[in-house]
RNA sequence: CGGGGCGUGGCGCAGUCUGGUAGCGCACCUGCUUUGGGAGCAGGAUGUCGGAGGUUCAAAUCCUCUCGCCCCGACCA
């Protein structure tokens, strides 16, 4: 590629929408350009190197024995219904209508329409295993779209779904697209950790989530440096142990307009960990409240899985009112009729808590589970912070930010069975396909590769990624030489398979710089005055800074050996 | 959906409070000079001031409505 005739617009400032450095920088080297919120446009440069991440994916799922399908974004509401995700996703799912007023929507993710796939046409268990994946765009309206792509409404997604005759099969399937993902991450040149996590809405037994460590990362992770254990925070299983608190009575004291923890014990003059807060949901239509100690955050996630729910909303201002008779901040779980209550663990049989009395401006001082009041059920209720005990070897964990790239669940047969997806067994009789689901933000992986490798001056893409290899930039327009030389070398990359730039702009040296800086090519070549004197030009390196002289003859062998020398070595390490 | 903020040339912004000639930097075009890390000089082009309605002799500026975008939150009782 010609820079001068090249659709490259970098810019110098960065644009007023970009709140992280990834996001920035694919904007200002020209990568991508924003439509409207959460929706971009792909530009040559970004859109090669998502090419090249999807090719990545191709090659390495194809190694693990995937094959690639390709299936409609526009889904009918029919199967959607069928497996009663037309309800449970919620604002997140576009729907839209046909002109005959047929409902359809565009897929967030394909479970629905692979599992019917494979439901129809599969029908022995020599028809098994199989494992299909596509490249696609993806339809999400999240509440909040930010961060440029990393969390986009319309994005592009690497999907694909095993099917097995049985759990143990599919645990094969899944192990094997663990070790895909692996590679497939490293070779994008990433530096990323496979973290234990929730299986959320789409469901399933179990799944791992590939997170890639960078601060902006809108995810938490739990880390534990001595045994290696590492998971998402919200699956990461809390002990808390309260200290001891000797039998106190119960005392109703007048808390006015004292809402919050931190006011609570504040105004009492007690320990935190000695204030309880309630807090009141609907799950599936009926009202539960969670009570957990008053320093801890609740784990909304553990709340709805103890709770097989659905759906958990927590409850709005009037129905806490109507629920707990009281103004919101003083809800408690004594006297709360109708309402089932879920504490956690740390609280059974434990004493001397505050709790809200459900009454405006009161709380109980001295409160007693199993005496004052009585929990429906215990669990494991909140969010694992830094310092909690890993739950393995019990040494303090430590908390780290993520970017979710890629997340593999174990599905089971939780849409084989509603999609009636099953199969005839050697014994002839009817068995249900066990399936599991695996997922690649494209997109993301991109903008996560960029979080962790630029510098002040742009991207410097790892090689394997790179929109291009190379750059030649000619540092002097006037010289007839240079010109000469660099369409010479121009040539001659391109022949030997190289992705080239040339830089023949008429623009001064330095601009150039700054662009192939940006922009993070790999390599630049300065063929300038300078060096021809000699009889050679500078190979420079993005990433090192360094700079090689090399003999005009045969440079073109050289660069390209170090290319290929690179990419091998990040797909084998 | 709640709170906050912003919409002015391609990009980044000033001007709005206190109504009266639309302005700056970068980018862009022309010419000359310059030519190894975002050049200099000279000249030039580019605006329905997000949209609609209203107030006024007069609206980017005041009022009403509306659309879009960004940030925080959307659970911490």
Not at 54 to 74: D, H, K, N, S, Y
Not at 240 to 245: D, F, K, R, V
Request: glycine share 10%.
């Amino acid at each position: 590629m010609r820079f001068s005739r090249a659709f490259f617009p970098t810019l110098k400032e960065a644009p007023s929408e970009a709140e992280v450095i990834s996001h920035n920088l694919m904007v200002r080297s020209g990568m991508i350009r924003r439509v409207a919120a959460g929706v971009y446009s792909l530009l040559p440069l970004g859109l090669r190197v998502q090419r090249k991440v999807e090719q990545i994916c191709r090659e390495e799922l194809a190694r693990a024995g995937a094959q690639e399908v390709f299936l409609p974004t526009l889904n009918p509401a029919e199967l959607w219904q069928r497996t009663g995700r037309w309800d449970v996703y919620g604002k997140e799912l576009i729907r839209l209508q046909d002109r005959h007023g047929r409902d359809f929507c565009l897929g967030p993710t394909h479970e629905e329409i692979v599992t019917d796939l494979v439901a129809r046409e599969v029908r022995s268990y020599r028809d098994l295993p199989q494992n299909l994946y596509q490249i696609q765009t993806k339809f999400r309206d999240e509440i909040r779209p930010r961060f440029g792509v990393m969390r986009g409404r319309e994005f592009t997604m690497k999907d694909g779904y095993s099917f097995d005759r049985d759990e143990h099969a599919a645990e094969e399937s899944y192990a094997q697209m663990v070790e895909a993902y692996k590679r497939i991450f490293q070779r994008c040149g990433l530096s990323f950790t496979v973290v234990v996590a929730d299986s959320g809405a789409i469901g399933g037994s179990f799944s791992h989530e590939f997170m890639v460590m960078a601060d902006t990362g809108e995810e938490g992770i739990n880390v534990c440096e001595s045994c290696g254990y590492s998971a998402n925070s919200e699956k990461t299983p809390v002990n808390i142990s309260l200290p001891e608190t000797p039998g106190a009575t119960l005392e109703k004291v007048h808390t006015p307009g004292v809402h919050t923890v931190d006011e609570v014990y504040t105004f009492l003059k007690l320990p935190a960990e000695q204030v309880t807060k309630t807090l009141l949901f609907t799950a599936d239509g009926s009202p539960v409240a969670s009570v957990i100690p008053g320093h801890r955050e609740l784990n909304e996630v553990k709340l709805k899985n103890v709770l097989d729910a659905t759906e958990l909303f927590l409850a709005d201002a009037p129905t806490v009112e109507k629920l707990s008779g009281a103004a919101v901040g003083f809800a408690g779980p004594i006297g709360l009729e109708g309402v089932r209550i879920i504490a956690d663990d740390c609280l059974e049989g434990r004493g001397g808590l505050v709790v809200g009395a459900n009454e405006t401006d009161h709380h109980y001082t001295g409160a007693e589970e199993g005496r004052d009041f009585e929990a429906s059920a215990f669990a494991d209720l909140t969010v694992a912070e830094e310092g909690d005990a890993c739950p393995d070897c019990r040494k303090p964990l430590t908390v780290r930010r993520g970017i979710e790239v890629g997340h593999v669940f174990k599905l089971g047969t939780k849409y084989s069975e509603t999609l009636e997806a099953t199969y005839q067994d050697e014994d002839g009789g009817t068995k249900t396909i066990f399936m599991g689901c695996y997922g690649i933000g494209i997109g993301r992986t991109v903008a996560a590769a960029i979080e962790q490798n630029h510098d002040k001056d742009g991207i410097v893409w790892p090689m394997p990624i790179a929109p291009f290899q190379v750059d030649i930039i000619q540092a002097n327009m006037t010289d007839a030489k240079c010109r000469e030389e660099s369409d010479k070398l121009y040539a001659a990359l391109q022949s030997s398979a190289v992705e080239v730039v040339l830089d023949d702009r008429d623009e001064r040296a330095g601009v150039k710089f700054k662009d192939a800086d940006l922009i993070g090519f790999p390599y630049k070549v300065i063929i300038g005055p300078k060096g021809l004197k000699e009889g050679q030009l500078e190979l420079k390196s993005r990433r090192t800074g360094e700079t090689e002289f090399i003999p005009l003859e045969n440079a073109a062998g050289i660069i390209s050996a170090r290319i290929t020398e690179e990419i091998e070595t990040a797909g084998s390490s």
